[in-house]
């Protein structure tokens, strides 16, 4: 019972303490929603910021259509920080003061992480469990303080499991042990008591292995009263995606804030580099979409965090290992039938 008191004080401190952060969610008009930016819930997106500042029409197309935003890379280690205790914030500020300017909520992906970390702490960085974990302190408090207040919740951890619920080997597990997600939690809100940090991870909806270890780490985490607020599902899936898996991965989240965090949808499952879009497709596509919008509506409305896609066109989207076409707007800013399929979720 103690947990829940001190999550819905959390909550209420997270969702209530009216900072200068944006409050994203407008009301949207009674069934006669005719843009994303009308949703009863924040949808956002993950941003390139190369392009948010080369090509205006993606530029605009944020503006239009959504109320939060995700840094894809731009608040990675690799790209804040070139040596312990350096950092260069003006990619990550760009991208903040674009969403400050518009309203926007900003969600901080990501501080603790297996990949795309420092080249220095990769190659140079060595030293006792107790040097590690002072760096990750200073790294995360660092980041976290630079941002407070503008950045109001964090991916504190992502992905610290493999698809089996083992922990995944990462300079943080291999040099700490496994309480470096504890800790990463304690220093991110020692930085900053108002973020609402997440645990981030994807293939909820496919590995009952991972939703229980995600779920064990959970309790164990609130059972020591370490501030974890919410969970972070990426959802990467694609047109096979299960409609009852996934709402049993979005309902697996505790009684914890809920984010469908990286949101896509590949059509071409077989990487196959012929392959073509096509109306069939769009209309799988379409089906998946309108499952993760379902899902986020079945949340208790005080914990549905919101959906942000992993990009917001085809014409910048992270999966190019073979032709796809992930996202809600095709390569020419047009919107595909996954763009209605939500609209119709709230209209019904
Ligand atoms: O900007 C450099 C460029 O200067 C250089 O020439 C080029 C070749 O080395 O690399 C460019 O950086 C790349 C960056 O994307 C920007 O394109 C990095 O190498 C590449 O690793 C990075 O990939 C990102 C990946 O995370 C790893 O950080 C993807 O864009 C990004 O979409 C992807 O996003 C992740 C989430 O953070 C976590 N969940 C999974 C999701 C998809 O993998």
Same mark, same amino acid.
């Given at each position: 019972?103690?947990?829940?008191?001190?999550?819905?004080?959390?909550?209420?401190?997270?969702?209530?303490?009216?900072?200068?952060?944006?409050?994203?969610?407008?009301?949207? /008009?009674?069934?006669?929603?005719?843009?994303?930016?009308?949703? /009863?819930?924040?949808?956002?997106?993950?941003?390139?910021?190369?392009?948010?500042?080369?090509?205006?029409?993606?530029?605009?197309?944020?503006?239009?259509?959504?109320?939060?935003?995700?840094?894809?890379?731009?608040?990675?280690?690799?790209?804040?920080?070139?040596?312990?205790?350096?950092?260069?914030?003006?990619?990550?500020?760009?991208?903040?003061?674009?969403?400050?300017?518009?309203?926007? =909520?900003?969600?901080?992906?990501?501080?603790?992480?297996?990949?795309?970390?420092?080249?220095?702490?990769?190659?140079?960085?060595?030293?006792?469990?107790?040097?590690?974990?002072?760096?990750? =302190?200073?790294?995360?408090?660092?980041?976290?303080?630079?941002?407070?207040?503008?950045?109001?919740?964090?991916?504190?951890?992502?992905?610290?499991?493999?698809?089996?619920?083992?922990?995944?080997? !990462?300079?943080?597990?291999?040099?700490?042990?496994?309480?470096?997600?504890?800790?990463?939690?304690?220093?991110?809100?020692?930085?900053?008591?108002?973020?609402?940090?997440?645990?981030?991870?994807?293939?909820?909806?496919?590995?009952?292995?991972?939703?229980?270890?995600?779920?064990?780490?959970?309790?164990?985490?609130?059972?020591?009263? &370490?501030?974890?607020?919410?969970?972070?599902?990426?959802?990467?899936?694609?047109?096979?995606?299960?409609?009852?898996?996934?709402?049993?991965?979005?309902?697996?989240?505790?009684?914890?804030?809920?984010?469908? !965090?990286?949101?896509?949808?590949?059509?071409?499952?077989?990487?196959?580099?012929?392959?073509?879009?096509?109306?069939?497709?769009?209309?799988?596509?379409?089906?998946?979409?309108?499952?993760?919008?379902?899902?986020?509506?079945? &949340?208790?409305?005080?914990?549905?965090?919101?959906?942000?896609?992993?990009?917001?066109?085809?014409?910048?989207?992270? =999966?190019?290992?073979? /032709?796809?076409?992930?996202?809600?707007?095709?390569?020419?800013?047009?919107?595909?039938?996954?763009?209605?399929?939500?609209?119709?979720?709230?209209?019904?």
């Amino acid at each position: 019972m103690k947990k829940y008191i001190f999550l819905s004080i959390i909550l209420f401190i997270g969702f209530s303490c009216k900072g200068n952060e944006p409050d994203p969610t407008p009301k949207p /008009p009674e069934n006669n929603i005719t843009s994303l930016k009308q949703a /009863p819930f924040p949808i956002g997106a993950a941003v390139n910021v190369d392009a948010l500042k080369n090509d205006n029409e993606y530029r605009q197309l944020l503006i239009d259509e959504v109320t939060s935003v995700t840094p894809e890379n731009a608040m990675k280690m690799y790209a804040l920080s070139s040596g312990r205790g350096v950092y260069t914030w003006d990619d990550a500020d760009y991208l903040v003061n674009f969403a400050l300017e518009n309203n926007m =909520r900003v969600h901080g992906h990501t501080l603790i992480w297996y990949h795309s970390n420092g080249w220095w702490i990769e190659n140079t960085f060595s030293g006792t469990k107790e040097e590690w974990i002072a760096v990750m =302190r200073e790294y995360i408090q660092d980041v976290v303080t630079h941002f407070k207040s503008k950045v109001t919740a964090w991916d504190v951890v992502n992905e610290a499991f493999n698809d089996d619920g083992t922990y995944r080997p !990462s300079i943080w597990y291999d040099n700490i042990g496994e309480e470096y997600i504890e800790l990463a939690f304690r220093f991110a809100h020692e930085a900053d008591p108002d973020a609402v940090l997440f645990y981030n991870d994807y293939g909820q909806e496919y590995s009952f292995n991972k939703i229980q270890a995600i779920n064990t780490m959970v309790d164990t985490l609130l059972a020591k009263n &370490v501030p974890i607020h919410g969970i972070g599902l990426q959802m990467h899936m694609n047109i096979n995606s299960s409609e009852t898996k996934i709402n049993y991965a979005v309902n697996s989240a505790r009684n914890l804030i809920v984010h469908i !965090s990286e949101l896509d949808v590949s059509v071409n499952t077989e990487n196959n580099p012929d392959a073509t879009f096509n109306d069939e497709l769009a209309q799988l596509q379409k089906n998946v979409y309108k499952y993760a919008t379902e899902a986020m509506l079945n &949340v208790n409305e005080d914990l549905r965090y919101g959906i942000t896609f992993w990009g917001i066109t085809d014409k910048y989207s992270w =999966r190019s290992s073979a /032709p796809d076409w992930v996202l809600p707007f095709d390569a020419d800013f047009n919107k595909k039938p996954a763009y209605d399929g939500m609209l119709e979720v709230f209209n019904q």
